[in-house]
Antibody
């Protein structure tokens, strides 16, 4: 089955760190740009970061630059998002999504930033 | 950065109505535009990519048009299952993937 499955969300204090993972199956991860998209509670979708097929290009929304790092391991069919210096405004559901127009999404993982 | 503006923010229509949602880009994005449907508690679902290409499995009552900076999503005959929030997204540059703010569609 073609799917993406996120994990790693949870409760973290402001200033803390969290690493999200996305496991891909049923397709060749190395053929696709991959992205992280988030959704704050009751709000719209926000693209967070993306990474080229071979990892040579990475881009971030301004609000997470210098704090978040996207990476991938094509051999392990996995995508990651290292999130440091977390803020209350980073709270929400984080989705991994395939290619530039997001034809495949995971179910999402919830990140809660609170003391 | 490219900004995407959707209108209206909310929309109420009856079953069988023709519904149109508009998305405007702050600069030309060519034909690099996608539309998504999201229902509460679920991941978004791709409806249309490259302005007018219908994703496999999506009902033909959904269609997209436009180019440059103005785009529309049309539902030709609204069905009860179409109650959802709809988002446009530009992907003209690999360095960003901006979404519109969303349009919540309610069935009267």
């Amino acid at each position: 089955e073609v799917q993406l499955v996120e994990s790693g969300g949870g409760l973290v204090q402001p200033g803390g760190s969290l690493r999200l993972s996305c496991a891909a199956s049923g397709f060749t991860l190395s053929s696709h740009w991959m992205s992280w998209v988030r959704q704050a509670p009751g709000k719209g979708l926000e693209w967070v970061a993306n990474i080229k097929q071979d990892g040579s290009e990475k881009y971030y929304v301004d609000s997470v630059k210098g704090r978040f790092t996207i990476s991938r391991d094509n051999a392990k069919n996995s995508l990651s998002l290292q999130m440091n210096s977390l803020r209350a405004e980073d709270m929400g559901v984080y989705f991994c999504a395939r290619t530039t127009y997001f034809d495949l999404w995971g179910q999402g993982t919830l990140v809660t930033v609170s003391s | 950065d490219i900004q995407m503006t959707q209108s209206p923010s909310t929309l109420s229509a009856s079953v069988g109505d023709r519904v149109t949602i508009t998305c405007r880009a702050s600069q030309s994005i060519g034909t690099w535009l996608a539309w998504y449907q999201q229902k509460p508690g679920k991941a978004p679902n791709l409806l249309i990519y490259k302005v007018s290409s219908l994703e496999s499995g999506v009902p033909s009552r959904f269609s997209g048009s436009g180019s440059g900076t103005e785009f529309t999503l049309t539902i030709s005959s609204l069905q009860p299952d179409d109650s959802a929030t709809y988002y446009c997204q530009q992907y003209s540059r690999s360095s960003q993937g901006t979404f519109g703010q969303g349009t919540k569609l309610e069935i009267k």
